[in-house]
Structure formats: structure tokens, C-alpha cells
């Protein structure tokens, strides 16, 4: 008889430890974001991506780096559900050697001008969220 009630304490725990882990599993909300930006039709090689709140929001903002016209914000550092605005900086190589102080001669990389000029924005759902940018990038600059 001893058995029955030892198998059903250990039961009971097993079940209460399930119980306590599983909401860690579903995460804090946070939500994945991916996507590609391209610039006159080619991905842009490097730059950033920010996500900042809409006016009125409390939730939180967050960015990734862009590279050969890629970008990820993982699960751990995503956003929230909500709506947000979205500010892309874009960096290209001028060709140019240039000598920085703690890295010494380097490729000259300096800030793209893009054709957009109104505000990116973007809605953030449960589940999948996975983004396009087409820019275009201003002449002569």
C-alpha cells in the first residue's frame, strides 16, 4: 500500500513541476521579426533596422543589424504585438582607405541617403512576422 502513495506523490510533483515550467514556455510575448531590404532592387549590404513604438504605445523597441540584405530580431530581444515605426540606416563602401585609431586602415563606410522620406511602419502580430523593404537610394549623394 505504501507504493500507490508513493507513485501518486511522485505523480503529483512531476505534474506540479510541468505545471510551473510551462509558462516559461511560451516566452514574455515577444514576438520574432525577420525580413530584407533592398535598395534599387539589390539587397542592402549593410546598415540597421530600428523598431520604435507608434506614438501612444508602451511597448518596447528593438533593432538588428542588416547584412547582404538580411535582418533578424530573435524571440528573446522581439517586439511586443503592436504598431510600430521603422527607421532603416543603410551604409555603403566609398572605395576610400582611411586610417581609424583603433582598427588602423579600414574601407571608408559611410551613411546612404534614401528617396523615402515619410515614416515605415509596421504592425506586429502573434506568430509570424516577416517584412519587405524596397528603397531606393538618393543620387549624388
Known amino acids: 500500500m505504501m507504493r500507490p ?10 505534474l506540479a513541476s510541468v505545471l510551473f515550467l ?6 514574455n510575448g515577444r514576438q520574432k ?6 535598395v534599387d532592387a539589390a539587397p542592402l549590404e549593410s546598415g540597421t ?15 538588428a543589424g542588416i547584412q547582404n540584405g538580411r ?5 528573446d530581444k522581439g ?13 555603403r563602401k566609398t572605395g576610400r582607405m582611411v586610417r581609424d585609431p583603433q582598427m588602423g586602415q579600414i574601407e571608408e563606410i559611410v551613411p ?5 522620406t515619410g515614416a515605415r511602419s509596421v ?5 509570424k512576422n516577416e517584412f519587405e523593404f524596397t528603397l531606393t537610394q538618393r543620387k549624388g549623394k
Do not use: D, W
Not at 546612404?112 to 523615402?116: D, I, K, L, R
Not at 504592425?123 to 506568430?127: A, F, H, K
Open 5 to 14: 502513495s508513493r507513485f501518486r506523490l511522485t505523480a503529483l510533483l512531476a
Open 123 to 127: 504592425t506586429i502580430v502573434e506568430g
Open 33 to 38: 521579426v525577420v525580413g530584407a531590404v533592398t
Open 112 to 116: 546612404m541617403q534614401f528617396n523615402e
Open 22 to 27: 510551462l509558462p516559461g514556455c511560451g516566452g
Open 79 to 91: 517586439l511586443m504585438p503592436g504598431a510600430y515605426q521603422v527607421t532603416i540606416q543603410g551604409f
Open 71 to 75: 535582418f533578424e530580431v530573435p524571440a
Open 49 to 63: 533596422i530600428n523598431f520604435r513604438p507608434a506614438p501612444g504605445s508602451k511597448a518596447n523597441s528593438s533593432g
